[in-house]
């Protein structure tokens, strides 16, 4: 398996401190042994608008440097700032969030990272789910078919927890389907199935080949084997499915997070469910 | 005393859903008894960049048609943008002091005399004498911007979630080194929960500089329902004559239901008042 560590614990998103450099970030979670990382595209690590054509190049040699890559992007959902829902009926902000997400894509490429990882939106009171499902099909054309010229695949997370666009797997199938584009693939994360009440092996066996990114934690985004689920089962799925991708471990969103330890201890737990899978 | 509501847990604040309009937000606080709204000026409500000329004449409508004032602005912090006045990168401070400029001329459109102001945090590395700089010189410049609208910036110490002002101390430090006569202090109860003092004690500690005021019950609960005790901070505003508004910011978790805890906040806040000497 190919280990990943998102840097929302590192980077003062959720809570604004803990809150590390990129740099710094990228040197301690290579020393713990993950292969790569998953970067938020916020401040403090990578705002597309705060990065200039130095800093973007300056973060390609980290991962040489530092024998880290980075293999996913994603967008900062959510209030505190400009939204980026891309099912929203507000004219601006849609167009916003497009740009945004094409703006990632550009990121993509230049440190040739191969997936964004999104949730198509939300739907906000004076909108139907239909709507909204329209507007995020939309834009998820829109945006795919600008990756696709770059090399970058998007895999859609169904985000039960925080959306009601696309909540579960069949949702993410459907507007994949409906896409019509080779480019987009499903991810899906371990929160999101404790709460639909939803056992995760069974999301990456309904995804199969289709899966291009998964995230983990434990319940109430605990460190995997610090909050009592049972980890066998989905990795063993993941085996099984002759997953390759990136086992990308998001965790920790609370100010007392300790992110090294956190990212230490759930490598440490992952790598041992692993010597039993058969 | 005079009530108002942030917007926060109305519009995407701290989880994506639920999510109302603001026209829906105000109805419904003014319909519970409510005088004031302080806006989060964030998507979905009213990121500065999303909001056409005629979208900020509509508030100005609400506020005459639903009769409830915009009681305060706040340039929300954290998020994708950061918003963050003390950051060493150069680029952020300067987006995060203009869109708080461009929030404090929103609220000017709205007649809005007060801005909630988070004066920023600082990364591991950085020391806090760098940040602070920032922040000082943040709070100079946004400050005098202000001051032309006849604004009132109002520094909230946040010890739960960041590191540059934590205390009412350090709030009143900060407005003495900025030398403006427009910058005041506010806090909010979850902060002064965090490090285990006491509400009331800021409340005498700020005195006349308090400009602004968040209640919440521990853990963000609605008043009445977490354990605490609200009487002797509702007296101790009432000892130093405090005359600005008395603003919930509870409900940061998608399971609340917003119109029970915005009723039940008001309903309770009412009770206690009617108890003080």
């Known amino acids: ?278 | 005393m005079k009530y108002s509501f942030s917007t926060t847990c109305f519009g995407s604040g701290t989880t994506l859903l639920p999510a109302y309009s603001l026209e829906e937000t105000m109805r419904i606080l003014s319909g519970f008894g409510y005088e004031g709204v302080e806006i989060a000026c964030h998507s979905p409500h009213a990121w500065p960049y999303y909001m056409t000329e005629e979208k900020r004449a509509l508030v100005n409508e609400w506020q005459e048609k639903y009769g409830i004032a915009v009681s305060a602005v706040m340039a929300p912090p954290g998020g994708g943008p950061g918003c963050n006045v003390a950051s060493t990168d150069k680029a952020e401070r300067r987006f995060s002091i203009q869109l708080i400029k461009d929030v404090i001329e929103m609220g000017h459109q709205w007649k809005c005399k007060r801005l909630a102001f988070i004066a920023g945090w600082h990364r591991f590395g950085v020391s806090h004498a760098e940040a602070w700089g920032n922040t000082l010189n943040a709070i100079k410049e946004i400050g005098a911007y202000a001051l032309e609208r006849d604004m009132v910036i109002c520094i909230e110490p946040t010890a739960t979630d960041s590191n540059v002002v934590e205390t009412p101390d350090d709030a009143l430090k900060l407005i003495e080194e900025s030398g403006l006569s427009n910058i005041g202090v506010m806090f909010d109860m979850q902060h002064a929960f965090f490090r285990k003092d006491d509400p009331v004690d800021y409340v005498y500690t700020i005195g006349k500089y308090l400009k602004n005021v968040h209640l919440t019950d521990y853990d963000r609960l609605t008043p009445g329902s977490g354990g605490a005790d609200f009487y002797p901070v509702m007296q101790a505003l009432k000892d130093i004559d405090y005359d600005g508004y008395v603003t919930m910011e509870t409900g940061f978790a998608r399971t609340t239901g917003l119109r029970s805890i915005t009723k039940k906040a008001i309903d309770f806040l009412k009770n206690v008042e009617k108890s003080l000497i």
Not at chain 1, 40 to 62: F, N, T
Not at chain 1, 188 to 198: A, P, R, V, Y
């Open chain 1, 1 to 278: 398996m190919k280990y990943a560590f998102n840097t929302v614990t590192f980077g003062g998103v959720k809570s604004w401190i803990p809150s590390y450099s990129l740099d710094e970030t990228m040197r301690r979670l290579a020393r713990i042994g993950y292969d790569a990382i998953e970067l938020v595209c916020a401040s403090p690590h990578a705002w597309p608008d705060y990065l200039s054509s130095e800093d973007v190049k300056k973060i390609g040699e980290w991962q040489r440097e530092y024998g880290i890559k980075i293999h996913s992007l994603t967008p900062i959902p959510g209030g505190r700032g400009p939204g980026c829902n891309l099912a929203t009926i507000c004219k601006e902000e849609l167009i916003w969030s497009r740009n945004y997400l094409k703006q990632l894509v550009n990121l993509a490429n230049s440190w040739e990272a191969k997936t964004i990882s999104y949730s198509p939106g939300w739907t906000s009171i004076g909108s139907t789910d239909k709507e909204a499902w329209e507007i995020a099909l939309d834009s998820l054309v829109d945006i795919g078919k600008y990756a696709l010229e770059k090399g970058v695949t998007l895999c859609l997370e169904p985000a039960l927890t925080l959306s009601e666009v696309v909540d579960t797997a069949q949702n993410v199938l459907d507007l994949m389907s409906e896409s019509g584009l080779p480019n987009v693939k499903a991810m899906f994360d371990l929160e999101h199935c404790f709460n639909f009440i939803t056992d995760p092996a069974d999301y990456a066996r309904k995804f199969k080949d289709k899966l291009g990114n998964i995230q983990f934690c434990d319940r109430l985004r605990k460190a995997p084997g610090t909050g009592g689920f049972d980890f066998y089962p989905v990795m063993q799925a993941l085996k099984d499915i002759i997953y390759d991708g990136y086992i990308t471990i998001e965790v920790g969103f609370a100010r007392d997070s300790n992110p090294t330890s956190i990212a230490r201890k759930s490598l440490l737990y992952l790598r041992e469910v692993e010597k039993k899978l058969i």
